[in-house]
């Protein structure tokens, strides 16, 4: 069984048992339960419901596993030929990760 599920403005395949990196979540601490009701679609064995737009009743219920865990570096580097322009810039996206307890569909 796996749902698409919308969390934080993205969309994810979630399977029970998996752990997922998700935008970083304000003001929660590690062990901490999370549920997410934005289901889009449930497979259950072949049985799909398409939400529209969501699935009436479903939701997925996840632990935090770690609140904050950083990215890898992103390096963005502007120039402009012959003027002398350079200019570097970094950076390093926050997500928090959770693992899914259960999907109640």
């Known amino acids: 069984m796996y749902v698409i599920a919308e969390i934080q403005g993205q969309q994810f395949k979630v399977e029970a048992g998996r752990k997922l ?5 304000k003001n929660v601490e590690a062990g901490a339960e999370v549920s997410f009701d934005r289901v889009m679609l449930v497979d259950n064995d ?7 737009p969501l699935v009436e009743g479903a939701k997925v219920v996840c632990e935090v596993v770690s609140p904050i865990v950083k990215g890898d570096k992103v390096l963005i580097f502007h120039k402009k030929r012959r003027k002398g322009y350079r200019k570097l810039n970094g950076h390093r ?3 928090t990760e959770v693992k899914v307890k259960e999907i109640i569909a």
């Not at 990196?21 to 979540?25: E, M, Q």
């Not at 072949?46 to 529209?52: M, S």
């Open 93 to 95: 996206q926050q997500f």
């Open 21 to 25: 990196y998700v935008h970083h979540i």
């Open 46 to 52: 072949g049985a799909v419901k398409v939400g529209a």
